[in-house]
């Protein structure tokens, strides 16, 4: 099984980017998935998920500028982000399953795609 982030990038402050996360080896289809990112010198944060039926959740920095969604004929999974802000700086991570309410973390994680938002 594997997760593939990509489409990171630099993007000045207030732009818009789309990530995407291909899965393959399984279908995610009836797991949450979810993005995590980790800011330069910090910890790894929750960003935002989105559940089998398509249920979301989002971190509050990030609540009106960021929408998760799926698609899972590609079993792939995107967050659109808006009016990004520097402090949006991370390595951006996608991972599955994740369960919205509550249980283990993760099990698979792609190996991560940085975004850098200039000032």
């Known amino acids: 099984v594997q997760l593939q982030a990509f489409g990171g990038g630099l993007v000045q402050a207030g732009g818009s980017l789309r990530l995407s996360c291909a899965a393959s080896g399984r279908s995610f289809r009836s797991s949450g998935m979810a993005w995590f990112r980790q800011p330069p010198g910090k910890e790894r944060e929750f960003v935002a998920a989105i559940g089998s039926v398509g249920t979301t959740v989002y971190r509050d920095s990030v609540k009106g500028r960021f929408t998760i969604s799926r698609d899972n004929a590609k079993n792939t999974l995107y967050p659109q982000m808006n009016s990004l802000k520097p402090e949006d700086t991370a390595v951006y991570y996608c991972?599955?399953?994740?369960?919205?309410?509550?249980?283990?973390?993760?099990?698979?994680w792609g190996q991560g795609t940085l975004l850098t938002v200039s000032s």
């Open positions: 991972a599955a399953p994740y369960y919205l309410s509550s249980g283990p973390p993760p099990r698979y």
